[in-house]
């Protein structure tokens, strides 16, 4: 018998593919109807399965015995099925967020600690925080500590997000200002998509720890895994599974001047990599039709709004390989479109390499005094920078190196 995710509606989930790594076992989707649950738990093919929404308090009335940690959380996201048919209750979501502390700082007694959300992640969330000694506030939409008085905790060291907000589709939202929070030393998010939210985003260009919930996610597996096959298995190997996550989440984003290359080496890599090739450019041209007509017609700040809602769609994927436009750095508002969850990787050419056919920028400005006006703006959007003066073959191998 085989091992799974219990829910009511699983549409893309992470677990398959992380169990896959953690052990030699089948693990499959269970989608039950609420109508049918009492009768999945008890006569369901499942040695052992991970339950998630709405589940994770219903299961609790089947489970013969709980472990300390669910009972005292009162909800279950781990199910095992004992000799006797019987079941057996625990939380490992309560391992998972611990790790997600511990690699990032910890927290020491008697700090203070905001919490967003008053659901069952904030939960689990506070009760870890509360075993460390922490003073922990939740902040809840209704609650006595809210988002209008959450600014009178100035002496709050860590915040942690445990509501949806900002979490794909709805890229982009935030419930704090965190530059009114002068104590604070780390923000976590346990939201994993995107990989850096708003709140993310945020934390980052202010200088502080951040991290977000994807090693909760691999390190509650990790310990669920353990459970279903009665070994341990290391810190280090759940290390290497989040790393392996983290880069085939990731997109990979080409910046560079018009010509340096995006697109024949974005095909390249993409094929290399086994992932899907998007032209930004090929995307507007079905948008707006032929590039250069756009341009005549409605000028360029109209051609840069069509590029920017290209790039929020694009940049809200995962895994992609996207070759960019050579003017999207014009933008900023584009960096946190881009950065949220991709790789940014640009690519250098001399200048005397650069075609410029066809492209009216190029056409329009000297190369010179182009490259002059944009290389400052492709360093600030670069994660990595990578040379495509010889073959596109090369500029992969070259990418596949810095990665
Ligand atoms: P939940 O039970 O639905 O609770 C979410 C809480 O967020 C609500 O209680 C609500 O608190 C607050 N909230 C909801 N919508 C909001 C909005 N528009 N504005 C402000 N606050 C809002 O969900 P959950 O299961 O606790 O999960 C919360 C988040 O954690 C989700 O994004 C989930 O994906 C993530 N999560 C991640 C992991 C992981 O392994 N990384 C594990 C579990 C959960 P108030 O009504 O009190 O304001």
Redesign the pocket.
């Known amino acids: 018998m085989g091992f799974g995710l219990l829910g009511e509606h699983l549409s893309h989930s992470y677990s398959p593919q992380i169990h896959r790594e953690l052990g030699d076992y089948s693990y499959e989707l269970f989608e039950v109807a609420p109508s049918e649950l009492e009768s999945f738990l008890k006569n369901g093919a499942f040695s052992g399965l991970n339950v998630t929404?709405p589940y994770?308090k219903t299961v609790l009335a089947y489970c013969a015995e709980l472990s300390d940690t669910a009972k005292s959380m009162g909800c279950v996201n781990t199910l095992l099925r004992r000799g006797d048919g019987s079941l057996y209750g625990d939380n490992t979501?309560y391992h998972?967020?611990s790790w997600?502390l511990d690699r990032n700082g910890g927290i020491a007694p008697g700090q203070k600690a905001l919490v967003?959300?008053?659901?069952?992640?904030?939960?689990?969330v506070r009760r870890v925080l509360e075993s460390r000694g922490a003073q922990v506030i939740?902040?809840?939409?209704?609650?006595e500590n809210?988002?209008v008085n959450l600014y009178d905790h100035r002496d709050a060291v860590l915040l942690v997000?445990?509501?949806?907000?900002g979490?794909y589709p709805n890229n982009g939202?935030s419930?704090v200002d965190l530059s009114r929070l002068p104590k604070l030393r780390c923000v976590l998010d346990?939201?994993?998509n995107p990989c850096r939210t708003k709140l993310l985003l945020d934390a980052e260009a202010l200088g502080l720890q951040w991290e977000?919930?994807?090693?909760?996610?691999v390190?509650?597996a990790k310990r669920a895994a353990e459970l279903f096959t009665a070994s341990s298995i290391s810190d280090s190997r759940c290390e290497q599974i989040l790393c392996k996550l983290k880069k085939e989440m990731r997109n990979l984003v080409l910046i560079g001047m018009p010509g340096s290359g995006k697109s024949s080496v974005g095909q390249a890599l993409a094929a290399r990599l086994n992932r899907p090739f998007v032209d930004a450019d090929a995307e507007i041209v079905k948008e707006v039709g032929d590039i250069p007509t756009y341009f005549a017609q409605h000028g360029e700040e109209a051609f840069r709004q069509v590029e920017t809602q290209i790039l929020d769609r694009l940049g809200k994927a995962s895994g992609l390989v996207i070759a960019t436009g050579g003017g999207c750095v014009t933008r900023q508002e584009n960096y946190p479109l881009l950065h949220q969850n991709s790789t940014i990787i640009r690519l250098n050419r001399e200048l005397p390499l650069l075609p410029v056919e066809g492209r009216p920028i190029s056409q329009s400005t000297p190369l010179e005094e182009l490259f002059a006006k944009r290389d400052p703006l492709y360093r600030a959007f670069a994660d990595h920078s990578i040379n495509n003066d010889s073959t596109v073959e090369a500029a992969v191998e070259r990418i596949l190196e810095v990665l």
């Open positions: 929404i994770k979501d998972g967020f997600l967003l959300g008053s659901g069952g992640a904030a939960g689990t939740e902040i809840s939409r209704k609650g809210n988002y997000n445990a509501t949806p907000v979490m939202g419930l346990l939201i994993y977000d919930g994807l090693p909760m996610l390190a509650q």
